[in-house]
DNA sequence: AATATTAAATGTCAATATGACACTAAGATA
DNA sequence: TATCTTAGTGTCATATTGACATTTAATATT
């Protein structure tokens, strides 16, 4: 910081959220789309995001994002970093910024989180955001409103190279799932085919997931276990200096 | 972003850089400490850092912090992450703000980067800064002001982190270097012993290093040969989905 | 000139980890 | 009872890792 203020600065903060949700067959995301203040249509897709309140600090107005657009509460959450928000790049942003803020004019940096959830698991809520949020598939998301691609495609890059240190692919599965479905996550977001008996081999050494006593019901072939994230275990890993799932 | 526009906040954005240096013994970060508004007095260290100009972007921002410091300009910057400026924690900081600021209870965040320097390879600027910034060994600094603590030490942690990933080590020392150099680079950053000759195994295989044509002179020893970073074979093996250094 | 001192440079072997590969098992359905 | 579908499992060859000690090349000392 340095001595000079400069109380003439017109500079506001706000956060987006990358929301990751696993079907059990891609990757999606939760996007947003509003009504333009010209026409009254929906326009382009963004991510879900807000100025931050005068009384919260940065997470904390990520996770008031997340409960407003999905009733969730303690889930996993993660900064990926702060944006330079071009206010001069896309003239549709122009007009949207025109007409809804004081300040259209405002510096603008945008601090953006990513988020991991099992999107089987709980229904959008029925907020003044729902009707107009929706996942949709990462491979077919291909411009968004205010950069927030960058945001995105960032966000993107960031769950690849983690997932491939740390196990947080588990947050994005229901509590109980099958090697199967693990497997399938890890095969979309590391983007290559992985060998099923090596997968397996190597979850079995690290001891990071236990085996439930409940198998798959009412499927035509046969049924897959049931297996669940071992917590404790994988707290001894990191504490005995693991730090690479290897993937 | 939301509909509501709150025009009356009031928020300011600063970035800080931790400057990494290495002296061939030890890591070092650069700190600066001004005067108390009060008694004159130096007080705190803390990390160089400014409040961002109006017409700069983020990185922008850093790079002129950084420039203005060190005279230095392409250097090894990533971005850390946004920080929220706790504005209520610490009598000291207070203080200063309040003389220092015509709006010291604003809201603050500030934008961390890190910087990697060789720090024999120049010296301090003799300009604003310069009078009240020195290089402290990181295992020395107990406490800064303004939080700076906690973004110091997410940095150490970063650094750790991506070194054993990606061959950063690099920025840390001259282009010419001894593979010893390089070798306690890693050791002391990443806080364990490393197998000499295991080390130098890893660096031959991945082909990252060039064997120069010229030695160390005037060292009561065997001298060393010096090498490079060999940039070009990195990006092949980077094109070739190489992730991970393995350290 | 001989010797001491210092850090540089180098190879092997056993243990572990990886990558490639194909068949049997268990349930639902026809 | 046969068929369909996905689950579940083992081996072998190769690559990688970790542990370990001696020789070399320069300056400094006597």
Redesign the interface.
């Known amino acids: ?7 003439n ?6 956060v ?1 959220c990358v929301i990751f949700g696993f079907d059990f067959e891609k990757l999606n995301v939760l996007l947003i789309k ?1 009504k333009s203040p010209e026409n009254g249509r929906l326009n382009q897709f ?1 991510l879900p ?6 009384t919260e ?3 904390q107005a990520a996770i008031r994002v997340l409960h407003d657009l999905t009733g969730l509460k303690d889930i996993f959450l993660e ?6 928000v071009d206010r001069h790049s896309n003239e549709e942003d122009r007009i949207w910024l025109r007409a ?4 259209p004019e405002a ?1 603008v ?3 953006a989180y990513y988020a991991l959830v099992n999107l089987t698991s709980f229904e959008l809520k029925p907020a003044y955001f729902a009707s107009s949020a929706s996942w949709q598939p990462i491979d077919e998301i291909n411009s968004l409103a ?1 950069g927030h691609m960058n945001i995105l495609n960032n966000a993107h890059k960031q769950l690849r ?1 983690k997932l ?2 740390q196990p947080i692919g588990f947050n994005l599965l229901p509590e109980k799932f099958t090697l199967s479905q693990l497997h399938k996550l890890y095969e979309v977001i590391v983007g290559k085919a992985l060998d099923k008996r090596n997968f397996r081999r190597k979850l079995i050494k690290l001891q990071i997931v236990k085996k439930l006593d409940e198998k798959q019901v009412d499927v035509p072939h046969k049924p897959s276990n049931f297996y669940a994230f071992n917590t404790e275990n994988y707290r001894k890993l990191v504490e005995d200096g693991f ?2 799932f ?1 993937f």
Chains 1, 2 share one sequence.
């Open positions: 910081m340095d001595n000079n203020d400069r109380s600065l017109n500079q506001r903060i706000s987006d509003r963004s995001g807000d100025l931050i309140f005068e600090n940065l997470e900064q990926l970093g702060a944006f330079s809804v803020r004081e300040q510096h940096i945008t601090v205010f190279t491939k240190i730090d690479n290897g």
